[in-house]
């Protein structure tokens, strides 16, 4: 069975400095897909970035980054430049081929950021 | 366009009403899911479906039906609430495949007392 595991509850991070949030998946398929969401206080899900597993390159969006070591099981995000807005929960996840784009979720990791 | 859209944002119940989740989406996306968030536990899947007549169990299906009758609505109909069942509920939609997004709805707070 897949799974994903996110060992960091809560996080803090200085405003403007880089955070690293930790994910790393176990999974015996080659091809399948990694995904961050943003879950602010008001509740909603927002997509931040996608990896695949044969992407050769690492993921970027603007502030957010995927770090994905592929040996290693794992896909942290970096968000650079943590800014006030940042603070939230951040949620990784994960698709499979022929699994109908059905998502698999981390517990999330809660990041404040502090002035 | 609205994106995915869920009615009611708070619902509470007593155990054994029935009542049913709305969600519609507005995208044309052939597939929708339902979710639910429980406090420590992430998101988890309840049903999805490929497309209009398609449905199928997730990893938490048990209590709940859906049924998909035309590509923009995905009712999640629960049959007799229970206090377990109290949780934040999900409807999500994308246009299928491992590596397409999921549009998420603004969820569904259920309470049953």
């Known amino acids: 069975a897949q799974k994903i595991t996110q060992t960091q509850p809560g996080m803090f991070v200085q405003e403007k400095e880089a955070v690293t949030l930790d994910c790393t998946y176990d999974?015996?398929?080659?091809?399948?897909?990694l995904f961050w969401y943003k879950q602010p206080s008001s509740g909603e899900m927002i997509f931040l970035i996608y990896?695949?597993?044969?992407?050769?390159q690492n993921a970027t969006e603007g502030r957010y980054s995927l770090n994905f070591q592929k040996a290693r099981k794992s896909a942290n995000l970096v968000i650079s430049a943590s800014q006030l807005g940042d603070s939230a929960m951040y949620f990784c996840?994960?698709?499979?081929?022929?699994?109908?784009?059905?998502?698999?979720f981390g517990t999330g990791t809660r990041l404040q950021v502090t002035l | 366009n609205a994106g995915v859209t869920q009615t009611p944002k708070f619902q509470v119940l007593k155990t054994g009403q029935s009542m049913t989740l709305q969600c519609a989406q507005d995208?044309?996306?052939?597939?929708m899911s339902w979710y639910r968030q429980d406090p420590g536990m992430g998101l988890r899947l309840i049903h999805y479906?490929?497309?209009?007549?398609?449905?199928d169990q997730g990893e938490v299906p048990n209590g709940y039906n859906v049924s998909r009758s035309t590509t923009e609505d995905f009712p999640l109909r629960l049959l007799s609430a229970a206090p377990s069942q109290t949780s934040v509920y999900f409807c999500?939609?994308?246009?299928?495949?491992?590596?397409?997004?999921?549009?998420f709805g603004p969820g569904t707070r259920l309470t049953v007392t």
């Open positions: 999500a939609s994308s246009y299928g495949g491992p590596s397409y997004e999921q549009y």
């Open positions: 999974t015996s398929d080659p091809s399948y897909g």
């Open positions: 990896q695949g597993s044969y992407d050769q």
């Open positions: 996840a994960m698709t499979f081929t022929g699994t109908a784009s059905k998502l698999t």
């Open positions: 995208m044309n996306h052939e597939y």
């Open positions: 479906s490929v497309g209009a007549g398609i449905t």
